[in-house]
């Protein structure tokens, strides 16, 4: 007897420990991420930046989330879900047994605080103004209710294809209830979620310090802990993950891509960015309201000369809106090919064959989808001056000239834009639809025909069909052309050679649950 | 300020103008700083305005296929990230140097000196608050003052010529103002009063040329200062606008490159150098020359 009792709490033993030892060669370690700017809140709702998703999307989770390596939706937070046969009512069977990491369990009740707590203006939480997403990730939802403890059910005012995709976003994760009610209107600091690791510091412009959540439903991560680290110049944050300070880093200058190649302690990754930069012309402003202008330009910048040499084959010049890495991409679009010569025939036919003055501006700082900054504008304008067109740079300070770009103040400037949920929609009809108007549309473009089509593809629930509106609405769009279609840029990012498991997403989020380091 | 301050003790000698020049320019020829920073900078004046001819490219012609050449026969100094020649943008530079230097200068030589005069020679409460004025000026850090201007008036490169005109516009105002108060007291003024001339005459006639030699070396000094100036607000993307090859400019632009195409920054940088250099060694030989108590 004793010795079955022996016998049995040895393989009770092994069970235990054998797993935690295979497991072991992975588990532990510190990660520094390197990034050149810190985030602004940590509560998913109240921001907007990407340097605050980075740091959400691993303390939080949402009913769903994203494939490792798509913008394809999978369950997380929710098991399974169902559409009502009129595409309005989604109802969603959650997980049991989740804890937040202040121990609150996560359950319907909590679904509906978080949803009423953005929509609703009675609710004692409610923060006006300070939820900047909430428009465009709930904006559409009617009504949401606790069917029972595990079952949410969201009606939606009409029918909304991207909803699942919005739901997947950082913006739509999920924070304990209870850290509301306590921290107030101060959430952003203290950020308690269902997710792989917990929140332990921030020091503004220096760290934020996250460790292993223990009990994560889907069982520990690798890490201990991750510690994200501010470091602006990009020049110096390559020369700290030289010297072994950070274990990745993103960020980096084109030429300094071979430097880090020939490096056998690091390693780089690349992969297609979700993203579109452009030179958005005014369209309600002469000369800009002649398409044969419009394309003329497009003639007359050589955006594979930008791609290649000044950008150092850190993007791919673009042909359309959508990018190549995102469903809804148009293959046999073609684009603009350089051409001055068609160029300068098209002004001509406009009636400016000696070209024309006009202002380009600009901004000063490399930016995701520009990794050049202010010399983009002046290889732009260098191209024009050959078919004529006299453009002045104007570069103006970040915030100005966003407010500028919104109000409209510009006849030709520079802006791009980063992907936030993986749809099409999130391009066509933020960038170009006329509802958007300064917002997201910099170019002022308004075509009925794109505008029914973008609404259209909204409310159809069937890719093949959707896909087909979508190609349809950009072949318009790209005709028209209300924007110089410039690049799409790769997402870049080099670590230490022993880190693994560590993948650039099509979001540009960084989920560190499968990275392991091996030291 | 203190070889400038000794100066209050010049000899004024109206009407024999001619053999004192005379005697100044012998003794500026025989001035090895001086000679050489007159040198430097007609060198760079006579490169400055033929950089058309001597450029051996266009300074603003982008050619993505030449980038970030390392020095060598077809381009003497390299090329930049846009494949502009290095050399031709530098030459152009010289001339947007001078310029700033001088027009900058220009603009605090009238209103200082003016400023100077009218303070110096009528004292009293004029005196006082237009001293006070300037005080609170050269309160100020000299680039954050101009960067403040430059924020009100916008970026471009006549703004920076007016933002350094006015930051420098204190100097020369004390320096002039020292000089009238020596100068109000000597005989001939006494002498001119009392033949009944007026305010006017007097200082254009006797306070004005009496004050030059400080004035005169003063503007040389800072014209070196105005470039090295215009350039560091270039440098902070306030100046020059692209493609301007304007120096500080280029130095900005090529500081990502620094490490694999160290060119891009170092020949600007030289060029800055050169002539800052070029002015200051003037501005030093001249005042030796000018001022009697360096004078051997």
Known sequence: ?519 | MADRASLQNAPARPGSQERPFLAAVRRFRKNRTASMGAAICIALALLAVFAPLVAPYDPVKQSFRDQLRPPCADHLLGTDEFGRDMLSRILYGARLALLVGFVAVSIALVAGVALGVVAGYFGGWVDNVIMRVMDVLLAFPYILLAIGIMAILGPSLVNVMIAIGIVSVPEYARVVRSSVLVVKGEDFIEAARAVGATDRWIITKHVLRNCLGPVIVQATLSVGRAIINAAGLSFLGLGAQPPTPEWGSMLNAGRPYMFDAPWITTFPGIAILIAVLGFNLLGDGLNETLDPRLRQ
Not at chain 1, 213 to 238: C, M, Q, S
Not at chain 1, 393 to 405: R, V
Not at chain 1, 437 to 466: H, I, M, P, W
């Open chain 1, 1 to 519: 007897m004793m010795r079955r009792v022996l016998i049995a709490a040895l393989v009770l033993v092994c069970l235990v420990v054998f797993p935690a030892t295979s497991f072991g060669a992975k588990a532990g370690g510190t990660l520094v991420y390197g990034r050149g700017a810190d985030s602004d809140a940590l509560d998913p709702h109240m921001t907007t930046s990407g340097e605050s998703a980075v740091v959400i999307v691993n303390v939080f989770e949402g009913l769903v989330k994203y494939k490792e390596d798509s913008t394809e939706v999978e369950p997380c937070l929710a098991t399974s879900w169902k559409t009502s046969a009129d595409g309005l009512v989604w109802t969603f069977t959650l997980r049991k047994g989740v804890k937040f990491h202040d121990g609150t369990p996560f359950s319907a009740q909590a679904v509906v605080f978080d949803l009423d707590r953005q929509l609703n203006k009675e609710n004692p939480y409610y923060l006006e103004g300070k939820f900047p997403y909430v428009k465009f990730t709930f904006g559409m939802i009617d009504k949401y209710e606790a069917v029972d403890d595990y079952t949410v059910r969201i009606t939606l005012k009409s029918k909304f294809a991207p909803f699942l995709k919005n739901l997947a976003m950082f913006a739509a994760a999920i924070p304990s209830p209870e850290a509301v009610k306590k921290y107030g209107a101060d959430i952003f600091k203290h950020p308690v979620g269902t997710g792989p690791f917990k929140f332990v510091e921030w020091i503004p412009d220096d760290t934020i310090t996250l460790v292993a959540n223990e009990g994560y439903w889907g069982g520990r991560p690798h890490l201990d802990k991750v510690v994200y680290k501010v470091i602006p110049d990009n020049a110096v944050r390559l020369m700290k993950l030289e010297k072994g300070e950070l274990d990745v880093t993103e960020g980096i200058n084109p030429n300094d891509l071979g430097r880090i190649k020939a490096n056998k302690d690091l390693v780089l990754l690349e992969k297609p960015g979700m993203n579109v930069g452009y030179l958005a012309m005014h369209c309600q402003k002469p000369p800009f309201t002649d398409k044969r202008v419009r394309q003329a330009l497009n003639y007359a910048v050589n955006k594979e000369e930008i791609c290649k040499y000044l950008m150092n084959d850190q993007a791919v010049p673009a042909t359309g809106v959508v990018p190549p890495s995102l469903w809804g991409y148009d293959p046999a679009q073609k684009g603009y090919p350089y051409d001055p010569k068609k160029a300068k025939q098209l002004l001509a036919e406009a009636g400016f064959p000696n070209g024309f003055k006009t202002t380009l501006r600009a901004y000063t700082a490399p930016r995701a989808y520009n990794p050049v900054g202010d010399r983009l504008a002046t290889a732009i304008q260098s191209y024009f001056k050959e078919v004529g067109v006299d453009a002045k740079i104007e570069t103006l300070e970040w915030g100005t000239y966003l407010a500028e770009g919104r109000a409209g103040k510009h006849e030709m400037a520079l802006f791009g834009w980063m992907g936030d949920n993986g749809d099409p929609d999130n391009f066509l009809y933020v960038l170009l639809g006329s509802d958007n108007f300064g917002s997201g549309n910099r170019a002022f473009y308004k075509n009925d025909e794109v505008d029914e089509l973008l609404k259209e593809a909204q409310q159809t629930y069937d890719e093949k069909e959707r896909l087909d509106l979508y190609i349809k609405a950009q072949r318009i769009i790209v005709d028209d052309a209300p924007w110089v279609f410039l690049n799409h840029t790769k997402q870049l990012a080099a670590t230490r050679k022993d880190v693994k498991g560590f993948a650039l997403h099509p979001t540009s989020n960084r989920f560190f649950y499968s990275v392991w380091l091996d030291r």
